[in-house]
């Protein structure tokens, strides 16, 4: 068969012009920074404005730095949020379809898709007419604050019908408490905060104080404890010796003395028994201290898990313990799940809430790590303590076939904090929901256990982990 030259020319060079305009367009799953540090702009590629699908945010993209807005229904105005505007201008990456764009926010080199959901904006061709600045937004009076932060609950809370909120019942409630006085309304926004019932929506003054839901089963068994003895007189400090006698529990009488702390303490880990190995996760977050990117952190991480991961190949099973775990990076629970499947596996769907409607905003995997893995029997014992990061871990971890989840359902705060300033406060929101490969989603409820053990007990509050600990080895040993 001859072959026409002119034509296949003609061809190649119509291929040519195709890839130079998706180049140009991002129109592909190529990734591109969204601001461009050898030439000190943003990229030309996200140059407008783009309006947040789930979040209530904008994004002016000018020439020479990325601003972010928060919207509700009847406001606009000039965010004030450092870490998320240093992020877009320093390090976040995305791909762009067209008219719609999905950002990756953190660096994660070659697991930037991998390790953190993507935050999907939509094309527009301006501003609102009322958008406002962030110091003209903190100086409007308290009535119109109060509207603000009520319209902002409203539009990004995801969970008030499984919480029992009636917003316009609580806005009825509170209108007319509202004076001039700072102080009061941000007490007035608090009380509201804490009606949610949920550790992950909260108002916060300037001076960093916190006004939240802080009640949680565990915690109410260790305050009951703490009123039927008078050797200690003060609650914090009860509640300082509950923690401080578990951990030493796991140092003295789970590992003997023989167990490791690193990753700047947040993992302790050892023998349990020649069998079964154990792994305390302390925090998802903070490997390497404070001054240090999350890819650095993760890094580090890794460099831990390859050498905890190969001190167990021997063994029959490894005990996972997230029960005193408050949260952290989601980054670090999808790293650590990666050492225990050796293919990838769909764990879920995150979802995020704008006015009455959830976006798909991505589908987490967990990915094989590239080093040594460990897929014989895990078992991981949860908590009500553990929360946040902590529960998405244990979600992710139940996707695995080789894996148990044990003890008690985790908190229920699985969302991450949808962050947004009203007048001199910042407040947080749970707006994100992750469903799971059978469509189930456990905010509220928390994570459930494959195997139900009762971890704190009134009889037992301060030894109650250490033996639940022991029944999982008999667990290994009497199914191994």
Avoid at 59 to 70: C, K, P, T, V
Avoid at 441 to 462: H, K, Q, T
Wanted: net charge negative; proline share 2%.
């Amino acid at each position: 068969m001859k072959c026409n030259i002119k034509v296949v020319s003609c061809l190649v060079l119509i291929t040519l012009i195709i890839g130079c305009t998706k180049h140009k367009t991002n129109d592909s799953n190529q990734l591109a920074y969204t601001f461009l540090k050898d030439n000190n702009t943003v990229n030309p590629l996200i140059q407008g404005v783009w309006k947040s699908i789930g979040n209530g945010y904008y994004l002016e993209a000018r020439q020479d730095s990325i601003l972010l807005y928060s919207f509700t229904k009847n406001f606009c105005y000039k965010e004030k949020n450092d870490y998320l505007e240093g992020l877009l201008n320093t390090q976040s990456q995305f791909i762009r379809n067209e008219d719609t764009l999905g950002i990756y926010l953190t660096d994660f080199g070659n697991n930037t898709k991998n390790l953190q959901t993507k935050k999907d904006f939509v094309k527009v061709d301006k501003l609102p007419e009322n958008t406002i600045g962030f110091t003209e937004m903190t100086q409007l009076d308290p009535e119109e604050l109060f509207k603000l932060y009520m319209e902002t609950i409203q539009g990004n809370y995801a969970f008030n019908k499984r919480r029992n909120l009636d917003w316009d019942t609580i806005f009825n409630n509170y209108k007319d408490s509202i004076t001039a006085d700072n102080e009061r309304l941000f007490n007035i926004l608090g009380e509201i905060a804490t009606l949610t019932e949920d550790q992950h929506t909260k108002v916060i003054s300037e001076n960093g104080k916190s006004l939240q839901y802080r009640v949680t089963p565990s915690a109410k068994i260790v305050e009951e404890a703490f009123y039927k003895q008078s050797d200690v007189q003060n609650l914090n400090d009860y509640f300082n010796m509950f923690f401080e006698h578990n951990y030493k529990n796991i140092t003295d009488s789970l590992l003997h003395g023989t167990g490791e702390k690193t990753a700047n303490g947040k993992l302790e880990w050892g023998h349990l028994t020649k069998d079964v190995g154990y792994i305390h996760i302390h925090s998802f977050s903070g490997f390497l201290g404070k001054g240090y990117t999350r890819k650095q952190q993760i890094d580090s991480l890794n460099m831990y898990m390859q050498k905890i991961i190969g001190a167990f190949q021997n063994k029959k099973a490894i005990v996972l313990d997230v029960s005193f775990n408050f949260g952290g990076y989601d980054a670090t629970a999808l790293t650590i799940a990666g050492y225990f499947t050796d293919m990838p596996v769909l764990s879920h769907t995150s979802q995020v809430y704008n006015n009455g409607k959830f976006h798909d905003e991505d589908v987490v995997t967990i990915y094989p790590a590239d080093s040594t893995i460990f897929n014989k029997p895990v078992y991981v014992l949860m908590t009500d303590i553990s929360r946040s990061a902590a529960e998405g871990f244990a979600m992710m971890m139940g996707a695995l076939p080789n894996v148990k989840l044990v003890g008690s359902n985790t908190l229920g705060t699985l969302s991450g904090m949808l962050g947004k300033s009203i007048g001199d406060f910042y407040t947080t929101y749970s707006n994100q929901r992750l469903i799971d490969s059978d469509g189930k989603f456990y905010e509220v409820s928390g994570v459930e256990p494959d195997i139900e053990l009762n971890v704190f007990s009134r009889e037992n509050a301060f030894n109650g982990h250490r033996k639940a600990v022991y029944d999982i080895i008999e667990l290994v040993e009497k199914d191994h």
